[in-house]
């Protein structure tokens, strides 16, 4: 099992343009229309599988919200610090 980040390594580790909500890390992904978010999504989802570490996603209009803790630890860890990077690169 993964150990929890400090509140230091998750300040330095989460990628530019994810913040720390209590336990977990989030980003909003803003898109130029609809279907690009959805098709983002998609690619994201590809890439939680293969990771096997999931996100919580929300999607809205020409916006997604993505969610990440690891729920086994009970808060953030390197996992989701690591996820966070793949993500970014689907866009
Ligand atoms: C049994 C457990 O759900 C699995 O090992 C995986 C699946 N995906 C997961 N995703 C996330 N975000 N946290 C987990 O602890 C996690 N566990």
Same mark, same amino acid.
């Given at each position: 099992?993964?150990?929890?980040?400090?509140?230091?390594?998750?300040?330095?580790?989460?990628?530019?343009?994810?913040?720390?909500?209590?336990? *977990?890390?989030?980003?909003?992904? #803003?898109?130029?229309?609809?279907? =690009?978010? +959805? !098709?983002?999504?998609?690619?994201?989802? %590809?890439?939680?599988? *293969?990771?096997?570490?999931?996100? #919580?996603?929300?999607?809205?209009? =020409?916006? +997604? !919200?993505?969610?990440?803790?690891?729920? %086994?630890?009970?808060?953030?860890?390197?996992?989701?610090?690591?996820?966070?990077?793949?993500?970014?690169?689907?866009?």
């Amino acid at each position: 099992m993964a150990d929890l980040l400090t509140d230091d390594e998750i300040a330095r580790k989460a990628p530019d343009g994810w913040e720390r909500e209590g336990d *977990e890390i989030v980003k909003t992904y #803003e898109f130029d229309d609809y279907l =690009k978010g +959805v !098709e983002f999504v998609t690619r994201v989802g %590809e890439v939680a599988e *293969e990771q096997f570490h999931h996100p #919580e996603i929300r999607v809205g209009y =020409k916006e +997604v !919200e993505i969610r990440l803790t690891s729920h %086994e630890e009970g808060g953030i860890t390197e996992k989701d610090v690591r996820l966070a990077g793949l993500f970014d690169d689907e866009v």
